[in-house]
């Protein structure tokens, strides 16, 4: 168990739908990151944010946004679904605003099939 | 796009025998760390070099970075079967504020 959780572990949906995808980070660590992966395109950034504030945006799609609230878990948000989202989603943390002094700890990820 | 670009893309080995893999990054790095990822699981860290390290060492890992080559490699040594996983580099830009971008990944494969 690496102290990161992430829920639901297995989410199937239909396109046009919308889903949350909920993580807890480690004790102490006060940003969140959140990553696509998928066999095109490999593991995308996708936003970041530190201690409440989005700290940095990737390759996150308009359809697509987060939160971290004042618990510090981040929700993900996907909507109007389509094919090419299913994925597996990886939400990471870090004791400070980047991997500059060591690196992230990653949750098991949301793997999301969409229908 | 990729920051990093791992080579090769997948190894297979017997146990006991050592894996090299290698990385190739663009641009100015603070710092590049690996990560190891088993099927379908979580990433692992498992080591950090900073930009004027040449190389670290850490159990059976050992790492180097060439700065002037933009690339680093990781051995493992006498490979194991619970080394079964995909290898990826990432690499911290200096101008990224510490947002950490990976390559596409190394799968290793070590029988028994």
């Known amino acids: 168990d690496s102290g990161v959780t992430q829920t639901p572990k297995h989410l199937i949906t239909a396109t046009g739908q919308r889903v949350t995808l909920r993580c807890s980070p480690r004790s102490g660590d006060l940003s969140v990151y959140w990553y696509q992966q998928s066999l095109d395109q490999g593991l995308q950034f996708l936003i970041q944010y530190y201690n409440g504030e989005e700290r940095a945006k990737g390759n996150i799609l308009e359809r697509f946004s987060a939160q971290q609230f004042p618990d510090l878990h981040s929700e993900l948000n996907l909507s109007s679904l389509e094919l090419g989202d299913s994925a597996l989603y990886f939400c990471a943390s870090s004791p400070g605003q980047g991997a500059v002094l060591g690196g992230y700890t990653f949750g098991s990820g949301t793997r999301l099939t969409v229908v | 796009s990729q920051q990093g670009e791992e080579d090769p893309q997948a190894l297979s080995i017997q146990e006991g025998e050592n894996a090299t893999m290698n990385c190739s990054y663009k641009?100015?790095?603070?710092?590049l760390q690996w990560y190891r990822q088993n099927s379908g699981r979580g990433l692992v860290h498992l080591i950090l070099?900073?930009?004027?390290?040449r190389e670290k060492h850490s159990g059976r890992l050992r790492v180097t970075l060439d700065t002037s080559k933009k690339s680093s490699s990781l051995l493992i040594t006498a490979s194991r079967a619970a080394d079964t996983a995909s290898y990826f580099c990432a690499t911290v830009r200096t101008d990224s504020w510490g947002k950490l971008q990976f390559g596409a990944g190394t799968q290793v494969v070590v029988t028994p």
């Open positions: 641009t100015s790095i603070n710092n």
């Open positions: 070099i900073r930009s004027n390290e």
